[in-house]
């Protein structure tokens, strides 16, 4: 069994369909296998995308609305998620001065941290699935075993 943390380019792959979408959508269905973990604020970020997809005009109007639709349904019954402590905050703080990340991408390295550190005590660790070049970079240098989607066409 392998643990997987998701950040948000990781997720809205399974609600938009462009590189690695088909990857993270086996990925999640077999979260019965393999446990996958997101973090709380990653229902804003995926929306956000989604919103943003519609704006610039790659995602039809009526095709977002069914993508967060189900996005919405998903995130209501995922396991594994992963909430936002003062610890986890501070970490973030952390770690977006140490490698110049964005506020939210820290809290997803912070957020995949944990889950490292938690799977270590188990004689395990954790996967950070990411499309976020910056994010990747951050989590590498911070030890962390990395799955870029957009490397599985």
Not at 5 to 11: E, H, K, R, T, V
Not at 47 to 53: E, F, K, N, P, V
Not at 70 to 96: C, H, N, W, Y
Not at 97 to 106: C, I, P, Q, T, V
Request: proline share 2%; charged share 20%.
């Amino acid at each position: 069994m392998a643990i997987y943390f998701l950040d948000s380019s990781a997720i809205a792959k399974r609600y938009i369909t462009e590189t690695g979408s088909a990857w993270i959508t086996g990925l999640i269905k077999s979260s019965q296998i393999h446990r996958v973990h997101v973090v709380r604020i990653c229902g804003v970020e995926v929306l956000a995308g989604i919103a943003r997809r519609i704006r610039m005009g790659s995602l039809t109007e009526h095709a977002g609305r069914i993508a967060a639709f189900q996005f919405r349904a998903d995130f209501q019954k995922m396991q594994g998620i992963i909430e936002i402590s003062p610890a986890l905050v501070a970490q973030a703080m952390d770690l977006t001065e140490k490698h110049g990340l964005r506020g939210y991408d820290a809290v997803q390295l912070a957020s995949a941290l944990a889950v490292n550190e938690g799977m270590l005590d188990l004689g395990s660790s954790a996967i950070l699935v990411s499309a976020d070049l910056e994010l990747n970079t951050a989590a590498n240098a911070e030890g962390l075993r990395i799955e870029d989607p957009n490397s599985h066409p």
